[in-house]
């Protein structure tokens, strides 16, 4: 069994910063790729960032040159470093885990989400 949890949203002016962590636990070898979705209110889930086991980056559009996200492969966590934050940012966050259980077997598990508001 596998638990994904996320914490460090929050309700932040615009131009501010939040660090988002989600932590995975459980039977867990390997996580070849730790990903943060979010979703808004009447949107679509949409990938914020992703990052590989070996600390390659991918990031949205929208997000890239203010967002990180970053990993620590010993913790099992990863973390989503958030600044110069925008009304449009505002959403719930989700993070994604592609597990390699201890049986060999590759699951993705999400967490519960955290609430992320920008607003003056």
């Known amino acids: 069994q596998v638990q994904v949890v996320e914490s460090g949203g929050g309700l932040v002016q615009p131009g501010g910063s939040l660090r988002l962590s989600c932590t995975g636990t459980g039977t867990i070898k390997s996580i070849p790729r730790m990903a943060w979705y979010r979703q808004a209110p009447g949107e679509q889930r949409e990938l914020v960032a992703a990052i590989s086991q070996g600390g390659g980056t991918d990031y949205a559009v929208p997000v890239s040159g203010r967002f990180v996200i970053s990993r620590d492969n010993t913790k099992n966590m990863t973390m989503l470093q958030m600044n110069r934050l925008k009304f449009e940012d505002t959403a719930e966050y989700f993070c994604?885990?592609?597990?390699?259980?201890?049986?060999?077997?590759?699951?993705?598990?999400w967490g519960q989400g955290t609430q992320v508001t920008v607003s003056s």
């Open positions: 994604a885990m592609d597990v390699i259980n201890l049986w060999g077997l590759l699951v993705t598990y």
